[in-house]
């Protein structure tokens, strides 16, 4: 609950930012004659929408198991980062599309310098907004939050291309608005497809890393009366993580004995792991 209530916070701060440098740069756009400046404006525009499905994400994912979810509703948080990245794809498409609307047209104009000021405080401002989003999802967890957190990222790249291109527009290099568009919209799209990627494999229990790994492995060793290690098997659930472990004990043990073994390990791994949230370990026979 702590997690979401972080989530939260965060979220509508980027919210209200975003609504207030949106409407600040298509004022801009259009007082400075400048399409790839209103074109930055709507993608800002995208990043509130974005952010509202990270909330309806955070708020569904954060829900406690119950009689028809009983592993929990962390899974939530793949489907919802994969309505993001299908955003950004869009998004970036949109932005290269108008972009080579306006190089074909040859309907360049000279952009004012309000447009310059407001793509470069652009810049400034959702740089500082891709490395706050960024901190809090890795600290809850979030690739829905992360994946909002690479829109504002996707943001700064874009207003980096309507600074080039207004610049450049301004210096009688008028056509290179367009192509910073184009250049731009390419960025967009491959932060799409990887976050798209990294969502389908959140989805379909794919195995933890090897990192992960090999730390249940040693923790497990470690715990006095474990012979050794006879399958570990994970998988990635939303952004936590299940384990199922078979683990050798000495034959000649009692029941109990052996069952303590097994509880020590699942209390240790389940409380130095954060990750994990669910560990099921399984003993089998040990002999020389």
């Known amino acids: 609950m702590e997690n979401y209530k972080l989530g939260v916070k965060a979220s509508w701060i980027t919210v209200v930012v975003n609504i207030i440098l949106a409407t600040f740069k298509v004022m801009a756009g259009i007082i400075g004659n400048s399409s790839a400046m209103i074109a930055d404006g709507v993608h800002t525009l995208s990043d509130v929408l974005t952010t509202f499905v990270v909330l309806l994400g955070l708020r569904i994912s954060s829900k406690e198991a119950d ?8 899974k939530y948080e793949s489907v919802f980062a994969k309505v993001l990245s299908m955003l950004l794809l869009l998004t970036g498409i949109f932005i290269g599309y108008e972009a080579i609307k306006i190089l074909i047209s040859g309907e360049t104009r000279t952009p004012k310098l309000i447009a310059l000021i407001a793509a470069f405080l652009s810049i400034i401002v959702k740089e500082g907004m891709y490395w706050y989003t960024i901190k809090i999802a890795r600290k809850i967890k979030s690739i829905s ?13 874009s207003s980096i291309g309507t600074f080039v ?9 008028t056509a290179l608005d367009p192509i910073a568009g184009i ?12 976050l798209y990627i990294k969502s ?35 998988r990635v659930f939303g952004n936590r993580i299940y384990v199922d472990i078979e683990i050798f004990v000495d034959s000649n043990i009692s029941v109990r004995s ?7 390990v699942h209390d240790k791994l389940e409380a130095e792991i954060s990750d ?13």
């Open 67 to 74: 009689k028809e979810h009983p592993y929990g509703h962390e």
């Open 165 to 173: 291109g207004v610049l450049g527009a301004q210096l009688g290099f």
């Open 200 to 234: 389908v494999k959140e989805l379909v229990d794919e195995a933890a890393s090897e990192e992960i790994i090999e730390m249940i492995r040693a923790k497990s060793k470690f715990i006095d009366g474990v012979k050794g290690i006879k399958s570990l098997k994970t």
């Open 145 to 157: 939050m992360e994946a909002d957190a690479w829109h504002h990222r996707s943001d700064a790249f």
């Open 276 to 288: 994990i949230k669910h560990c099921m370990v399984h003993i089998e026979p040990f002999q020389k």
């Open 258 to 264: 052996g069952h303590d073994i097994a509880e020590k």
């Open 183 to 194: 250049i731009v919209s390419i960025f967009v799209v491959k932060v799409g497809v990887d």
